[in-house]
């Protein structure tokens, strides 16, 4: 039996963090994780780094490129046409994957971390047993804190089997080694439009099924309804209301069955991809044993400290409540490292940035206009297109707008909307004003280097008080 101060369930975004945390703290800390990589070979990082953001980011960087080079480069003076090596782009995606899993086990080291390879299940809640791949018991460990990390898995629909050869969950989007020529997608969310918009750049034919009437429902509306044009007007043949009922593989292609107002349609594609979400991965956990519930869809049930009311059982990231993203999952686990040291650390839930990685980039901090008009808020905003931006005009990329919310009384900025290049570098400053409390001319009083695209941002909380001067 082994003794631990603070033993962390899964080495993701949420787990790792933490334990980092918990032994800068000066806590004696293990994480168990169990991912493998293709090659059989342990690997911390979780689904962000192995699955998930890193390698979809180093694809929608790389086709990026290509579609540059095919498409926009001539109007700069450049001319050259593009051969595309799926296998050398994957290898690099594979290569970044490698290297940042590797960093993750050198900062254990540093931080004398031990990291226990395999899989965890509750003894009692102060212990665990971990087991190997092959399921036999290696290791029993005994602990005075527990914190839960163990992510999130793609969520399965009964109508569309995932056999991971022609229909493909998001991890085995991210690993086709040639171009589909048909592709479908069902779900027109974070996750569909990123990989849709991956293999569409590099020549697919694709269309995304999405059940919802309304386009990125959770975006602000303004946002949205650009965002549905824009993707539209690059060749995503985005199909709403459309709810799939069948999806049939035979014959190298698969035939999907979907209703569209009561209609029955049907497309053939040559791979399709699932995209209906994610679900929290507690199998195989024990809960029960520790005592720990789960709600109603399956998270773990937590209180705003992310304390399951557990003895001293925690838990974070996607396995609970709460937007499933890397850095909300970080968030939480350093706050509960520093609960577990008697600190009073404090997560604003309310200013968790959200990106969408097509292009333009969509991103958004705080509340949206509708969400706010539905409260009765008394609000006015701006809008800023970067049509009008000098560094978006010299970049040729001025699609989007940036549009920012403030209290119409106070001018507190309560939401900040941005769809455009670099959305997601530039949703940081407004993140940072929320956090601050700051008012929408405290961003215009900002000064703001010229020429870059965050002058927009300036412009747009000018613009809430009806004074740009740009536009
Ligand atoms: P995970 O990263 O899922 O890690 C959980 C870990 O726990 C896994 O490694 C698992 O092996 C391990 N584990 C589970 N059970 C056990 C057990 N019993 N014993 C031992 N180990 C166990 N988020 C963003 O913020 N930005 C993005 O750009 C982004 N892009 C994404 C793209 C894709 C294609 C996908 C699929 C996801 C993306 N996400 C993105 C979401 C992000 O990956 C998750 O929000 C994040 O990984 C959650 O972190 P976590 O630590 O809670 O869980
Ligand atoms: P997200 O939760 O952001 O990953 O998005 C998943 C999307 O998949 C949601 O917008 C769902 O409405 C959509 N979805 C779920 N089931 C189906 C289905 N059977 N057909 C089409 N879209 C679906």
């Given at each position: 039996?082994?003794?631990?101060?603070?033993l962390v369930i899964g080495?993701?975004?949420?787990?790792?963090?933490?334990?980092?945390?918990?032994?800068?703290?000066?806590?004696?800390?293990?994480?168990?994780?169990?991912?493998?990589?293709?090659?059989?070979?342990?690997?911390?990082?979780?689904?962000?780094?192995?699955?998930?953001?890193?390698?979809?980011?180093?694809?929608?960087?790389?086709?990026?490129?290509?579609?540059?080079?095919?498409?926009?480069?001539?109007?700069?003076?450049?001319?050259?046409?593009?051969?595309?090596?799926?296998?050398?782009?994957?290898?690099?995606?594979?290569?970044?994957?490698?290297?940042?899993?590797?960093?993750?086990?050198?900062?254990?080291?540093?931080?004398?971390?031990?990291?226990?390879?395999?899989?965890?299940?509750?003894?009692?809640?102060?212990?665990?047993?971990?087991?190997?791949?092959?399921?036999?018991?290696?290791?029993?460990?005994?602990?005075?804190?527990?914190?839960?990390?163990?992510?999130?898995?793609?969520?399965?629909?009964?109508?569309?089997?995932?056999?991971?050869?022609?229909?493909?969950?998001?991890?085995?989007?991210?690993?086709?080694?040639?171009?589909?020529?048909?592709?479908?997608?069902?779900?027109?969310?974070?996750?569909?439009?990123?990989?849709?918009?991956?293999?569409?750049?590099?020549?697919?034919?694709?269309?995304?099924?999405?059940?919802?009437?309304?386009?990125?429902?959770?975006?602000?509306?303004?946002?949205?309804?650009?965002?549905?044009?824009?993707?539209?007007?690059?060749?995503?043949?985005?199909?709403?209301?459309?709810?799939?009922?069948?999806?049939?593989?035979?014959?190298?292609?698969?035939?999907?069955?979907?209703?569209?107002?009561?209609?029955?349609?049907?497309?053939?594609?040559?791979?399709?991809?699932?995209?209906?979400?994610?679900?929290?991965?507690?199998?195989g956990l024990a809960l029960?044993?520790?005592?720990?519930?789960?709600?109603?869809?399956?998270?773990?049930?937590?209180?705003?400290?992310?304390?399951?009311?557990?003895?001293?059982?925690?838990?974070?990231?996607?396995?609970?409540?709460?937007?499933?993203?890397?850095?909300?999952?970080?968030?939480?686990?350093?706050?509960?490292?520093?609960?577990?040291?008697?600190?009073?650390?404090?997560?604003?839930?309310?200013?968790?940035?959200?990106?969408?990685?097509?292009?333009?980039?969509?991103?958004?901090?705080?509340?949206?206009?509708?969400?706010?008009?539905?409260?009765?808020?008394?609000?006015?905003?701006?809008?800023?297109?970067?049509?009008?931006?000098?560094?978006?005009?010299?970049?040729?990329?001025?699609?989007?707008?940036?549009?920012?919310?403030?209290?119409?009384?106070?001018?507190?900025?309560?939401?900040?909307?941005?769809?455009?290049?670099?959305?997601?570098?530039?949703?940081?400053?407004?993140?940072?004003?929320?956090?601050?409390?700051?008012?929408?001319?405290?961003?215009?009083?900002?000064?703001?280097?010229?020429?870059?695209?965050?002058?927009?941002?300036?412009?747009?909380?000018?613009?809430?008080?009806?004074?740009?001067?740009?536009?």
């Open positions: 039996m082994d003794n631990f101060d603070v080495g993701g975004p949420g787990g790792y963090v933490a334990a980092i945390r918990a032994a800068q703290l000066g806590f004696k800390t293990a994480c168990v994780e169990r991912w493998l990589d293709p090659a059989g070979k342990p690997a911390l990082g979780g689904t962000c780094l192995n699955v998930g953001c890193i390698p979809s980011k180093a694809l929608l960087d790389s086709s990026h490129h290509y579609e540059f080079i095919a498409k926009h480069a001539a109007a700069h003076g450049i001319t050259a046409s593009p051969e595309l090596d799926v296998a050398t782009m994957q290898a690099r995606k594979e290569k970044i994957v490698g290297t940042l899993t590797q960093g993750i086990a050198g900062l254990f080291k540093k931080n004398k971390v031990t990291w226990v390879q395999g899989s965890a299940k509750f003894a009692s809640p102060g212990e665990v047993v971990v087991s190997d791949a092959q399921g036999k018991e290696t290791q029993r460990i005994k602990a005075e804190h527990v914190i839960i990390a163990t992510g999130s898995v793609p969520a399965a629909i009964p109508p569309a089997p995932v056999d991971q050869d022609l229909i493909v969950d998001s991890t085995g989007a991210l690993a086709f080694t040639e171009v589909p020529k048909r592709l479908g997608v069902i779900g027109g969310g974070v996750i569909g439009l990123e990989l849709g918009s991956v293999w569409r750049r590099l020549g697919a034919e694709v269309t995304v099924l999405e059940a919802l009437p309304d386009f990125l429902a959770a975006a602000d509306q303004a946002v949205a309804k650009e965002a549905h044009k824009l993707l539209g007007r690059q060749g995503l043949d985005i199909r709403l209301g459309a709810r799939v009922t069948e999806a049939k593989a035979a014959r190298k292609q698969v035939t999907v069955s979907f209703e569209v107002d009561g209609q029955s349609e049907t497309l053939k594609f040559d791979k399709l991809i699932v995209a209906v979400g994610r679900k929290p991965n507690t199998e029960d044993v520790a005592g720990v519930g789960v709600d109603e869809r399956g998270f773990i049930s937590v209180d705003e400290r992310c304390h399951t009311g557990v003895g001293n059982i925690w838990a974070v990231g996607d396995c609970v409540r709460g937007p499933m993203l890397a850095h909300k999952a970080s968030e939480e686990g350093i706050a509960v490292a520093e609960r577990i040291a008697g600190q009073k650390p404090h997560v604003d839930f309310a200013h968790i940035p959200w990106v969408i990685y097509t292009w333009p980039e969509i991103a958004w901090a705080g509340a949206t206009e509708q969400a706010l008009k539905a409260e009765g808020r008394k609000i006015k905003s701006g809008s800023f297109p970067f049509m009008a931006s000098g560094r978006a005009r010299a970049m040729g990329d001025t699609d989007g707008f940036v549009k920012v919310i403030a209290d119409a009384e106070s001018d507190a900025v309560l939401g900040v909307h941005v769809i455009g290049p670099n959305a997601s570098e530039l949703i940081a400053e407004a993140v940072l004003a929320m956090e601050f409390g700051a008012s929408a001319e405290d961003i215009a009083r900002t000064v703001h280097a010229h020429p870059t695209l965050s002058e927009s941002m300036h412009e747009a909380a000018l613009a809430s008080d009806k004074r740009a001067i740009h536009f």
